[in-house]
Nanobody
Framework: QVQLVESGGGLVQVGDSLKLSCAASGRTFNYDAMGWFRQAPRKERELVAAISWSGASTFYEDSVKGRFTISRDNAKNTVHLQMNSLKREDTAVYYC????????????????????WGQGTQVTVSS
């Protein structure tokens, strides 16, 4: 089992920055990628960014490219999401995830495709 705990969410204004962190514990060698997903009210959960185990490969949803940066520290079993130039449409619950990179990137993914989820952290961007 792997446990994921997110931190860093909060209420910010348009244009502000925020950094989310996710600490992993347990059998952390059981997955090949980590990612950040988000779910806004009345919308489906969507991938925001993902990073391979080595950190050599990163993937971003189109609307966050150039604004968000995902990074990981395997020595500390943590993954971060630096979010800059936040917009109102970034408001959502953000979830840390660990599992198969291919499943994370699959357009038709469903939450059950992902092996491990954190509990989520709320990010609210106000104007």
């Amino acid at each position: 089992q792997v446990q994921l705990v997110e931190s860093g969410g909060g209420l910010v204004q348009v244009g502000d920055s925020l950094k989310l962190s996710c600490a992993a514990s347990g059998r952390t060698f059981n997955y090949d990628a980590m990612g950040w997903f988000r779910q806004a009210p009345r919308k489906e959960r969507e991938l925001v960014a993902a990073i391979s185990w080595s950190g050599a490969s990163t993937f971003y949803e189109d609307s966050v490219k150039g604004r968000f940066t995902i990074s990981r520290d395997n020595a500390k079993n943590t993954v971060h999401l630096q979010m800059n130039s936040l917009k109102r449409e970034d408001t959502a619950v953000y979830y840390c995830a660990a599992g198969s990179l291919a499943r994370m990137l699959h357009p038709g993914f469903v939450p059950s495709d992902i092996d491990y989820w954190g509990q989520g952290t709320q990010v609210t961007v106000s104007s």
